[in-house]
């Protein structure tokens, strides 16, 4: 038996086609979700250990780290649970218009979900990387999907590209720490799959962003991920998935 992958917020997106990718490969993958969907059925019954688990929950987190601790080896950590929460709207009569969380709560919890438990796993789960990797240089990873707006910034998600940004710099300090055995790096993507509700009118103008005005669609993501996974000279490194967007 194969040492798993571990991927979190494997429920849809990326995260769903990366750990049907790898099972279909016939690799053993743990993956972690929020919400329960249809997806999350279709890959138990195609032989993934799944974790119910909402970063939001320290508790929740606490015990999922516990159970992953177990683990005697660990081929590679795919970071990718996510959450998408837009700045409240400053108005001058309503300072929090239309806002479920205060300004502060957006914050916390952007950096809880992206940075915190991130953090945590990959400081408990050193021994269990460096495990499988043996005595082979670069043979376990570590792999944070970031975001194309952790360098650009964003008016509207603020904190949510902060806590991404983070995340890129925790690639680095990471990085260091689990040389030689562990590669850690991450891919920052901009626009790779819409969403059902996108109109034509938004699809248009997201694409109008890029040199390259196409859908990339998951195969980008995973094609990279096994490029990192086989390689044995890259680490702590951003790779970028974003069409050109930063010659536009």
Known sequence: MTSPIIITGVGKR?????????LAQGQQ???TYRSHYASI????????????????DDTQVRSLIDELAKLPQIRAIIHNASDWLPDPVLTKNEPFKSATFAPSQVLQRMMQVHVSVPYQLNLALEAQLRAAAGDEIGGSDVIHITDY????????HIAYAASKAALHNMTLSFAAK??????VN???P???LFNAGDDAAYQQKTLAKALLPKEAGNEEIID???YLLNSRYVSGRCHNVDGGRHLK
């Not at 990326?14 to 790898?22: D, E, P, R, T, V």
């Not at 195609?46 to 119910?52: D, K, Q, R, V």
């Not at 707006?149 to 509207?156: D, F, I, L, N, T």
């Open 14 to 22: 990326i995260g769903y086609a990366l750990a049907k990718h790898f």
């Open 29 to 31: 993958v743990i993956g």
């Open 41 to 56: 059925d279709e890959l138990n019954a195609l032989g993934a250990t799944l974790y119910p688990c909402d970063f939001y």
């Open 149 to 156: 707006v952790a360098e650009k910034g964003s008016q509207k």
């Open 178 to 183: 689990f040389a030689p055995e562990v590669k």
């Open 186 to 188: 991450s891919i920052a």
């Open 190 to 192: 901009a626009m790779i």
């Open 224 to 226: 990279l991920v096994e």
